[in-house]
């Protein structure tokens, strides 16, 4: 009880300790300067818990191209491992603090995640790589030295148990309980004096809020989060309609999603097939959905794409004679039953001001290469990964459709696709035309890509890409 009563008194005005220079860690920067604890957690949706050292600060580091922010102590005590897997706490969630991306996580503390044993696996992860090197303290656990930092003002135990937040959450899950994370500052058996408190690991189980914190409770966890600083996203001018900042961007095959928008924010499905040179065949399907339009960019262009297949059973053939395909102000590659057919079908969305946004319609693109020779591919008709890796479908669609294992998925498409027509054509001159073309089977085949006749059925998911923005 005196114990806590101590640990009660108002501490001394924190005064950040010196740097050493030409290191990773840049020192202190006021939660003025970046953003508060209450704040953060309204941004990523961390409701559980009790606010505490909102204005603690951060600690700013620079590892190459990896810049990142820690909080100096814990800003929220109390929440459960079940809590920081909603809010998205062990992969992170992208945030705008200012004019920038963060992805905001917990650090990683062991030397391998999904861990078996707290005590037997070693601690490791970013917890050892870049705290220890700044703590200045009494058995120290590595010779490197960046700061001088004490327990106090990183808010670790100071005495023989933990108090309010200082046990700091680590994104390293337990192998087999579930939204049981590590933890790093106390010994899962007790007081351990022989040690320093920032070397030691614990665990949290929701299961047993008393384990592994010398019978503290869920208190004793601190949500002590890492802000990772993204690469500068483009800003697109007159982007349109629904969000205008992207909350998703992949700076390597420059993508990016806004976001998704409700129907009544942008066109109908029977809008879109109004602007078709003939009537569409197939099976309307999927059109009631709320919000059933998504906002992407990629490599400069803002395209809208619903989140499922608007019809089934139709064919590219009938696409084409609709001027569906391809979006430009020419034939394109004509199937052989067809008429040669203009391809540049538009549609305008006009905003509340006047300016006029004018979308091309037409198919999604499955390779980076115009067109594709299957025949060259051992295993059957799949385009290789290298050209289809990279392609629209693949940045876009494919990475918010949860059945596909794309990495870093955005967000969630709301159910599989099934196949999707494609623009390319098979690179097969059959009597001078080209009659095959690829359907992407975007269900649990990331990149597949399949050839098919032109008059066979596929699903149709439409492209409206935007190629014009006209000012009153």
């Known amino acids: ?129 870049y705290m220890y090197p700044i703590y200045g303290g009494p058995k120290r656990p590595i010779a490197t030295q960046w700061s001088s930092y004490n327990l106090r003002d990183l808010g670790l135990p100071t005495g023989t148990r933990p108090t309010t937040g200082s046990i700091s959450l680590c994104r390293d899950q337990h192998a087999t309980i579930a939204n049981a994370y590590a933890g790093r500052g106390w010994n899962y058996s007790g007081y351990t004096p ?37 690469p500068a996203t483009p800003v697109v001018s007159d982007s349109g309609p629904g969000p205008a900042d992207m909350i998703e961007y992949d700076p390597t095959t420059d993508t990016g999603y806004f976001g998704d928008l409700p129907n009544n924010e942008f066109f109908s499905t029977s809008a879109i097939e109004a602007r078709g040179l003939v009537p569409l065949t197939g099976d309307e399907v999927f059109r009631l959905t709320e919000s059933l339009w998504n906002k992407f960019y990629y490599k400069g262009k803002v395209l809208m794409i619903p989140k499922r297949v608007q019809r089934r059973n139709g064919s590219w053939s009938n696409l084409y004679l609709a001027g569906f395909v391809y979006g430009t102000n020419n034939t394109g590659i004509a199937p052989g039953q067809n008429a040669p057919t203009n391809q540049l079908r538009t549609i305008d969305w006009t905003s509340g001001d006047g300016t006029i946004f004018r979308y091309a319609i037409r198919l999604p693109k499955g390779f980076t290469i115009d067109l594709p020779d299957v025949g060259s591919v051992t295993g059957g008709p799949n385009g290789p990964t290298d050209n289809t890796a990279g392609s629209e479908i693949s940045c876009t669609v494919e990475r918010i459709t949860p059945q596909v294992s794309i990495d870093t998925v955005w967000g969630t498409q709301g159910g599989p696709q099934g196949t999707v027509a494609l623009q390319e054509s098979w690179n097969y001159a059959e009597s001078g035309s080209r009659n095959y073309a690829y359907i992407a089977n975007v269900n649990t085949n990331a990149w597949s890509r399949g050839r098919f006749l032109k008059t066979q059925r596929t699903g149709w998911l439409p492209v409206l890409e935007l190629i014009e923005v006209i000012k009153p």
């Open 194 to 230: 022989d040690y320093s408190p920032i070397a030691l690991r614990t665990v949290i189980n929701d299961g047993n809020p008393a384990e592994g914190n010398a019978g503290v409770g869920r208190t004793a966890y601190g949500w002590r989060p890492l802000l990772e600083l993204l």
């Open 1 to 129: 009880m005196l114990e806590q009563l101590l640990n009660q008194v108002d501490e001394p005005p924190f005064v950040p300790p010196p740097v050493l220079d030409n290191t990773v860690f840049k020192g202190f920067v006021n939660s003025d300067d970046l953003i508060d604890g209450r704040q953060l957690a309204s941004l990523v949706g961390l409701t559980d818990g009790t606010a505490v050292n909102t204005d603690a600060g951060w600690l700013h580091f620079k590892d190459g191209d990896f810049e990142f922010y820690v909080a100096r102590k814990a800003i929220r005590a109390g929440m459960t491992g079940a809590s920081l897997t909603a809010a998205s706490q062990k992969n992170g969630k992208r945030v705008k603090i200012g004019d920038r991306q963060y992805n905001v996580r917990m650090m990683s503390g062991m030397a391998n995640d999904f861990f078996s044993s707290i005590i037997s696996v070693p601690g490791g992860g970013e917890w050892d790589k």
